[in-house]
């Protein structure tokens, strides 16, 4: 695990400079907040200012470009989504249904598109990401959770490795969904995958 931590704390790279670094290949990823950033709510970051870790089986670069930066996507990217609800208030972002084709059982929410652009531009500015190619699927899940038991990324996904901001966090992505016209569901339940 040491290696791994060390691989991802060493290509920590700036959003500007994924394009040109992030790897195609598959692994697991961690998302950092630039020195000197905090999030509102009393929320701390974990490790190193880790907010957030995943795994990327399809490609790091595609999951990270593709899904967690491209603007209009919260609806497929629980970062985006859970990110969003924390800064809900201070970038005064609206949350709306989210989009039909992902089917009934996984509507949540997203952002509207003023917020979405606004929400682009906190982590084009805030944010780092980190990663490490792995190639063994077996070996890329638990990395993603031995990564967040090192880390301890202050934003939750699963596994819970024990996050005391978890009921902050909940409540605030509670808002989001009702706000967004859907009934809430924990977002810690474990048959789900948001």
């Not at 880790?50 to 990270?64: D, F, L, M, T």
């Not at 989504?81 to 997203?110: C, M, N, Q, S, Y």
């Not at 652009?117 to 070996?139: D, H, M, P, Q, Y």
Request: glycine share 8%; hydrophobic share 30%.
């Amino acid at each position: 695990m040491e290696k791994i931590c060390e691989q991802i704390l060493k290509s920590k790279s700036s959003v500007n400079r994924l394009r040109e670094l992030a790897p195609k290949e598959p692994g697991v990823y961690a998302i950092f907040l630039n020195q000197g950033i905090k999030l509102p709510h009393g929320i701390v970051q974990g490790e190193q200012g880790c907010i957030y870790v995943g795994k990327a089986e399809s490609g790091i670069r595609k999951r990270i470009l593709q899904e967690h930066l491209k603007t209009g996507n919260s609806g497929r990217s629980a970062f985006r989504r859970r990110l969003g609800a924390v800064l809900k208030d201070e970038l005064k972002l609206t949350a709306i249904p989210r989009d039909e084709k992902f089917g009934k059982k996984h509507r949540l929410f997203k952002f509207e598109e003023a917020g979405e652009v606004a929400l682009s531009k906190w982590i084009t500015e805030n944010v780092s990401f980190g990663w490490c190619i792995i190639n063994e699927e077996r070996e890329i899940k638990q990395s993603e959770k031995n990564l967040a038991f090192r880390l301890k990324p202050c934003l939750p996904d699963e596994p819970d490795w024990g996050n005391p901001y978890k009921t902050k966090i909940e409540s605030l992505y509670a808002s989001c969904v009702s706000e967004g016209g859907e009934k809430y569901e924990s977002i810690y339940c474990p048959s789900k995958n948001f």
